[in-house]
């Protein structure tokens, strides 16, 4: 079945739309119900038959949540990983040192069901911040970790998830060497969604042979294009965590940044990576369109990318967007305070292929194409602010009744 | 009338709760319906019998509106004003070389109307970006100024509104050397509103007698504490100006920082500009309560603003408020992320007299009186953040499936 799911982008890379975090050779995950939630999965776990070389970034709330401030310490020891287990449903965020412990308790009891050290354990959670977790369910969990059925991974895309509509999973393969290697990645993350890690945990597995610098540079450079690239709302969570593992399964010759075919490894990996982001802005809260925001011609980079997500950030734009109207000054003003040194002349802005404003000033436009256009459920924002050679790429989500709806009524 | 809603705050303090912009002696102020709006009145003007010093602020979005362009420039001549005109519907922004020559044309009929210099009138708008002034009901509009019926300020108070359910206005008097000094002030804004100058305009005067310097000082130190610490959607906007004109004719002595009752006079102005900030956060589009947010002890006075700005600027505390919903998560969340260098074991929070968070950690509370506290109109968040001295309060408003509906279909 998954081979009729491939798909092939280019000579380079192939694509398997029902793959996941589990897809490379050697890792298997899973998941069930232990009761945090009513009916789903709310616990997971990711298991690689070696100890995978890891590289992760982190939230950089200030409230960092327990299971981040433990899993960081325990990677730091080795930058290695064989497993990691998650829980949705509670964050344990704002839990104090009974936080820090019940996050350690996880890990030991991994630790001894799994005979592997506990350093090697990374604990993962979401959902409420400020509630502990329930140890006696968070035990079942781990007494029923079963790593030898490989056949449940959409168990664990399941099991991550708290507001999401849906699941967030896909993999790709790339030849290297004569041999496949594979990149897989699953992720949730649906509200407190916004740039430097939201509420949001991305989990991606290679059975590529790469060291741990090579892999943390390409996992700083793949996230901040993609992850740290999306907003939901505007909220930075105190959980958010982005792993990537690499455990050598495929029994691929090293992979380093001066290797041949690194190039085509790193563009897996970024796939990955954009897939799963672009899938979160797809299902934040309330959504029904995905925004897609292209800025060139910034003076920095930083620049540029800021504009990006000033537009795909800007209540505004987004109730625009989701009531379908072309309402190019809303998009001219998020331009305008995202960076305040652009000169407007230089501006020109394409609404779903329409030149709404052409050099800083409103241009005709068929309004009745582009309120159709508007329709359609991604929603493309094309801005040039200069003449540099700077590219962005936000992604973000219209603002709904659902939105204000959810959140109003997330706890009570 | 007026007497009997004279109220004393202190025995520094009186407090007229129906005056206006055009309370402080020799300032009038007139509007009326010359077609931009359906039918409120959309056309406005305030007009003082001597030329009066003038300090003014503007939006720091990039794309700045024609009419605060060249209102910069004639008050950066003299800066004196004699009048202000402004129209609601349309804001005169992104018009290009168009707006700007429309924005003078007006500037020009009002001196002709007027005989004063055309520099000494400054022109605002507020509505709609991208459409051009219907000129011949400006002209309409600039033909039926009146500045000889001083009864008619409500219309002004009116003419400058857009999606505002209420007009906002307030004058205070104070004694200085035996004469009595009155300090005004006329705002609206509704959305697009945040830090720095959003959709907000904001019109303030004085009888008193003020030099150009002392009135700049005076004005940035307030503005800086009230109206750029609201945010309703944070978005800034194309058009925002707050300007303090000080004519002197209560013909009081000359105030400089340095005269003994400096202080009074400045508690005066700040006063009237928090009123008008407070009223624009409380009339937030579609917001049913109004978020205060009290934060002390960040390392920086910035940094303190930041965190007060970050909480009520929250889409995610925004909506637990408007849920009445005390998720005290979201709001460690977004002290957190306001500023990533606090120590999260230093933090407390109270909730409307609750304290939820201690010591960075969930506290115990009575739930039931909390919920039943949160129904209220006013939500007050006060944040312990560190042992300094800064102090920042920050007003915003919560966000209501009206917000989205508003916005949603605002020009369709």
């Keep these: 079945m998954l081979e009729e799911t491939k798909q092939l982008i280019d000579s380079e890379m192939t694509i398997l739309n029902e793959g996941d975090v589990a897809s490379p050779q050697g890792f298997v995950a899973g998941g069930l119900h232990v009761g945090l939630r009513r009916e789903k999965n709310d616990f997971g776990w990711l298991y690689s038959s070696v100890p995978a070389n890891c590289a992760a970034v982190y939230t950089q709330n200030a409230f960092k949540a327990a299971p981040l401030q433990v899993t960081e310490a325990s990677i730091n020891l080795e930058h290695k990983l064989s497993a990691v287990v998650i829980n949705s449903a509670i964050a344990n965020a704002c839990t104090g040192e009974r936080g820090l412990e019940d996050a350690k308790q996880t890990q030991n009891w991994v630790a001894s069901k799994l005979h592997i050290p506990e350093h090697e354990i990374a604990v993962a959670s979401t959902g409420l911040i400020g509630e502990f977790l329930p140890m006696d369910k968070i035990s079942f969990g781990v007494d029923n970790i079963n790593i030898y059925n490989e056949s449940q991974s959409e168990n664990f895309n399941e099991a991550i998830l708290t507001t999401d509509t849906n699941t967030k999973h896909i993999a790709v393969e790339v030849e290297i060497d004569n041999k496949i290697v594979t990149v897989g990645g699953t992720c949730k993350g649906s509200g407190m969604i916004h740039p430097n890690m939201a509420t949001m945990l991305g989990f991606m597995t290679t059975d590529a042979n790469v060291g741990v610098d090579d892999l943390n540079y390409l996992l700083k450079g793949s996230v901040d294009d993609t992850f740290n690239m ?183």
């Excluded at 290797?259 to 490894?265: A, G, L, Q, T, V």
């Excluded at 920095?300 to 109207?325: P, Y």
């Design 230 to 412: 999306i907003t939901v709302d505007g909220d930075t969570s105190t959980n958010d965590m982005v792993i990537l593992l690499a455990n050598g399964e495929s029994k691929s010759t090293m992979l380093t940044q001066s290797h041949p075919d690194w190039e085509k490894f790193a563009n897996a990996v970024k796939y990955v990576s954009e897939y799963l982001a672009k899938s979160i802005a797809r299902d934040g809260e309330g959504a029904t369109k995905l925004i897609k925001a292209h800025v060139t011609g910034a003076q920095t980079k930083e620049q540029n990318n800021i504009i990006a997500k000033t537009i795909v950030g800007s209540s505004l734009v987004k109730t625009a967007v989701h009531g379908c109207d072309p309402n190019f000054g809303r998009i001219a003003a998020s331009i305008g305070y995202g960076d305040q040194t652009v000169n407007p002349s230089d501006i020109n802005v394409w609404l779903c292929g329409h030149l709404l404003v052409k050099n800083g000033m409103i241009n005709e436009y068929d309004e009745l194409d582009l309120k159709a256009k508007m329709e359609q459920d991604t929603i493309d924002i094309h801005a040039v602010v200069g003449d540099t050679e700077h590219q962005s790429t936000a992604y973000g989500c219209d603002l709904s009744y659902d939105y204000v709806k959810i959140n109003a009524l997330y706890r009570t």
